[in-house]
């Protein structure tokens, strides 16, 4: 198989996310909150802001030549966002509960450059520009136990599936001269792939404060997961202050994905950034 890779240089994200949510920023038990295990129903609701980098390596096929092409991006901040959707919750009774998350992210119009070509490299009399995209979706959704709960904080057992769908394209338009060699790739083009994993996800959640007003505390989330990808994780924790309506937390976010085979799109995925998120409890 004739491969074609091809290396980004460092780039510009910002990512900016709306959603409700409780999985990563839950409040610290003080004496001015609800007691979240009196036996009645209580949930949070939480919009945040995510600045997330991103680091993936990715796959295209070359149609009619049996080839590939490889893309490598660093972890750096996006410039070009177009679209974000955020959506997260948390309900429970007593020691049972439930957690979900819908994630929607769009990013277009990226700028980057080919460098190597199928194991040859190219000097500055090429002119190698690409344009790439990348737009996808994740949904968790888990069942909770509290697994114990003091006036210094709580933790849960989260045992649910995660999947992920991401979508990617890339153009490219470029001239070559002196130095051409052969090459199976047209001058300009465009291709696209996308994956569908599901994985099963099992982990722990919750807060803690070492502080003897309660008010300031650390949340926490990680959990691990296994299945359609070979290993994928998703971790928080950051430090947050109570009100009695609820809370606001700053936090870094991290999540991951690995899959092997020479098929797979994304051969590795990497989102991670900090977050800023206001909490309501009810």
Do not use: C
């Amino acid at each position: 198989m004739r491969r074609v890779v091809a290396l980004l240089p460092r780039f510009s994200m910002m990512a900016l996310g709306v959603a409700l949510a409780t999985g990563l920023a839950a409040p610290a038990a003080h004496a001015d909150t609800s007691d979240f295990w009196d036996g009645n129903w209580h949930g949070n609701i939480e919009p945040y802001v995510w600045l997330p980098g991103i680091s993936a390596e990715t796959r295209y096929q070359l149609p009619n030549s049996g080839g590939e092409v490889q893309q490598k991006t660093d972890n750096n901040i996006f410039s070009y966002l177009s679209g974000a959707f955020m959506l997260d919750g948390t309900l429970r009774k007593g020691d049972w509960g439930m957690y979900g998350d819908i994630d929607w992210v769009k990013f277009s119009n990226e700028q980057g450059r080919f460098t190597n070509i199928g194991g040859e490299r190219f000097g500055a009399n090429a002119n190698l520009d690409t344009r790439w995209g990348l737009k996808g979706g994740m949904v968790n959704f888990a069942g909770l136990y509290t697994l114990s709960h003091t006036g210094q904080g709580f933790i849960d057992l989260i045992f649910g599936v995660r999947y992920l769908w991401l979508k990617g394209n890339l153009n490219w338009n470029f001239t070559l001269n002196g130095n051409a060699g052969n090459i199976n790739i047209a001058t300009d083009g465009h291709l696209n792939n996308q994956m569908h994993v599901t994985d099963g996800i099992v982990g722990i959640r919750g807060n803690w404060s070492p502080f003897e007003s309660k008010r300031w505390f650390m949340p926490y989330y990680l959990d691990v997961g296994a299945g359609s990808s070979d290993t994928t994780y998703k971790l928080s924790f950051g430090i947050a202050y109570g009100y009695d309506w609820g809370d606001i937390a700053l936090s870094y976010r991290d999540i991951k994905y690995s899959q092997s085979g020479d098929n797979k799109f994304i051969k590795e995925l990497n989102l991670s950034g900090p977050t800023f998120s206001v909490n309501w409890n009810f």
